[in-house]
């Protein structure tokens, strides 16, 4: 049986936030790698490379609301990218060019 995944209160997370960010920060990672260890083993490469994507995502946020904002258009782009997925509309390249040899000259090496 899984263990169910607990949160502190909503004032000790507020606090945390305050006081010890790096603190947050790694009960953010911790609490979601417990979720997915949780999760099936053929889904958990997946949400592996999606937490660590977040984890970039949030790197460059240069503060908690700029976070808010970097991971709300994030979101967004995925829904925009699933929508198109199940809607036959995926952006398939049908853009040609012609490929050009690159010759190489007699004294090359």
Avoid: Y
Wanted: aromatic share 4%; proline share 6%; charged share 25%.
């Amino acid at each position: 049986m899984v263990t169910p995944i607990t949160l502190p209160s909503f004032d000790e997370l507020a606090a945390m936030a305050k006081e010890s960010p790096e603190k947050l920060s790694r009960l953010r990672h911790d609490l979601s790698q417990q979720f997915i260890s949780t999760c099936s083993d053929e889904m958990q490469p997946r949400l592996h490379a999606q937490q660590s994507h977040i984890e970039r995502v949030l790197q460059r946020a240069k503060n908690p609301t700029h976070a808010n904002v970097l991971l709300r258009q994030e979101l967004h782009r995925q829904i925009v990218k699933f929508s198109q997925a199940l809607n036959g509309e995926a952006s398939e390249s049908n853009k040609s060019a012609d490929i050009l040899p690159f010759s190489k000259p007699e004294e090359w090496r």
